[in-house]
């Protein structure tokens, strides 16, 4: 891919001279402080009011359990979501903050020191570079050396998904996280749509198709995914709505991990059982995975095996009691039993 591609020029002058603020956008993508989770209020409450006003997110990607880790916000505009992250690994993390916008990354990096103070750290915990999301080695990220990588509806922006994927995954550590909010259509995004470039601008025109982007999620390396929320977007403008037609649109909060063992493309039954400890912070009473596993604390549930790995292979293994392994097969994980019967997001493996 080039990386004078027309397209990311056009998304660059949309968020440098169309969109000044979060009133400047025409759907209802873009996420307000309300829609936050109750916990990170109190820090969005610290964050430069800049920030907030020119943050353009479809969600709130921000996992839990980050103390300490190095966290990369792809496309991170002028920083509110680094510098949440940034709050929440404390002073032994690490945040890098990469975006293609000189406008936008400007403003993040002119509080830099303020938004330090504020959260009461030394020293800088948080650093913003600029560069493309499609070519992370040229901006100098390596493999193998990121704990969780965040994003907030700025997948969607990219003319080459695919490199983006692959190089995420390049630049995770095995064991490591994915964890992004973005815009999904329920079909392939017609010419029409993808060639315009306000509907571009506003997140509609490169929509991942969920169906498209399961295959490619599993061709670039992460063969199971899960979904942790999602929500219909309301076109604001008439003429919008019109131009987009019969296309449905969400916002979508989804979550991967770089395993060392490849997951399966079904749910396979070990007889796995996990138990939450409940020592996560901001979560004493329980931990939700996904829309569809929420474990209660020291209450046992069974799990698939992919589950079981994603609890137990990655950093939140020390949360979480994992009894059982792959020894033995009783077939296809009956995900008609139990917590999954209730909220089955119908797009991951289970």
Known sequence: MQLDNPTLESVRNYYSQVVKTQADLRTSACCTADSFPAYLKPILAKIDGEIQDRSYGCGSPIPLALDGCTVLDLGCGTG?????????????????????TEDQLAVAQRHRE???????????????????????????IGSDSIDVVISNCVINLSPDKRAVFAEI????????????????????????????PILYGECLGGALYTEDFRRLLHDTGFSDFRV??????????????KRV???????RTVRAFKLPEELEDRCE???????????IRYAPDAFELDDHHRFETGKPERVCGNTAAMLGATRYHRHFEIIGDRSTHYGLFDCSDGQQSTHRSGDSCC
Request: charged share 25%; glycine share 12%; hydrophobic share 35%.
């Open 80 to 100: 509110r979501d680094a510098y949440l992250a940034s709050s929440l690994v404390g002073p032994k993390g690490r945040v890098i903050g990469l975006d293609m």
């Open 114 to 140: 303020d938004q330090t103070r504020r959260f009461g750290f030394e020293e800088p915990n948080v650093e913003f570079r600029s560069g493309y999301i499609e070519d992370l080695a040229l901006a100098g």
């Open 169 to 196: 995954f390049r630049v995770l550590r095995p064991g490591g996280e994915l964890f992004f909010s973005d815009v999904f259509s329920d079909r392939r995004i017609p010419e029409t749509i993808g060639m315009d």
């Open 228 to 241: 942790t929320s999602s929500s219909a977007i309301e076109l604001r403008d008439p003429e919008l709505q």
């Open 245 to 251: 037609g019969n296309v449905q649109f969400t916002s």
């Open 269 to 279: 039954d070990y007889g796995h059982i996990a138990r939450y400890l409940g020592t």
